[in-house]
């Protein structure tokens, strides 16, 4: 069946620094990506929608020069963390959906210190 | 109130008992989806629902349109089901998922 991959499946970063996190689905193509965050025994949140060829939207009170989004291609979109801090640390997950199905990738566990 | 209510929130079992977890929703959805989170995080889609019921090997998800209701059954539970389980609707108006905050279960032997 179809398989979205993201990489990596946990990163520790310093303060500062930028880290990007990749989803790529690899056997279909996603027009549409959705970038989500879950805090420990939390559901998840939508942080923005991925659209390939055009600007992420981003949801209420999600800085979006914090955290960019692009969708360069049918397969591929990027989360990079800018200038983190130890508040972003977090479970980062995609997702790619399907008319038939939601495909979600492994998650990235981003720790900040 | 959240728009996607799950019960119980924590669901303890021996193995080969039944299983039995709610979902709740409030908001015109498209089509609702039963999800299974492991402890390292990794999602995996179960089932996704807009009518009626749907089995796969020991699981069957059911959904009630009327009632904005959907059960997921675990028949024959095994400690491999330990999981959190959660509950995600397709609003109808966003065309986005909204979750549930999931169901933990552990299944001892």
């Known amino acids: 069946g179809a398989v979205v991959s993201q990489h990596p499946s946990w990163v520790i970063c310093k303060s500062g620094t930028s880290v990007k996190i990749e989803c790529r689905s690899l056997?279909?193509?996603?027009?549409?990506m959705f970038w989500y965050r879950q805090f420990p025994k939390q559901s998840l949140m939508l942080m923005a929608t991925s659209n390939e060829g055009s600007k992420a939207t981003y949801e209420q009170g999600v800085e979006k020069d914090k955290f960019l989004i692009n969708h360069a291609s049918l397969t591929l979109s990027t989360l990079t963390v800018t200038s983190a801090h130890p508040e972003d640390s977090s479970f980062y997950i995609c997702s790619a959906p399907t008319p038939t199905e939601a495909f979600f990738g492994q998650g990235t566990r981003l720790t900040v210190v | 109130k959240n728009e996607v209510e799950q019960s119980p929130q924590n669901l303890t079992a021996q193995e080969g008992e039944f299983i039995t977890i709610n979902c709740s929703y409030s908001?015109?959805?498209?089509?609702l989806h039963w999800l299974q989170q492991h402890p390292g995080g990794g999602i995996v889609s179960l089932f996704m629902l807009s009518s009626g019921k749907k089995k796969h090997g020991r699981l069957i998800a059911t959904i009630n349109i009327q009632e904005k209701h959907s059960s997921l059954h675990i028949t024959a539970s095994h400690p491999r089901d330990s999981a959190v389980y959660i509950c995600?609707?397709?609003?109808?108006?966003?065309?986005?998922?909204?979750f549930g905050t999931g169901t933990r279960l552990q299944v001892f032997p």
């Open positions: 995600a609707v397709l609003s109808y108006n966003t065309d986005k998922l909204i």
């Open positions: 908001v015109g959805i498209s089509a």
């Open positions: 056997d279909f193509q996603a027009t549409t």
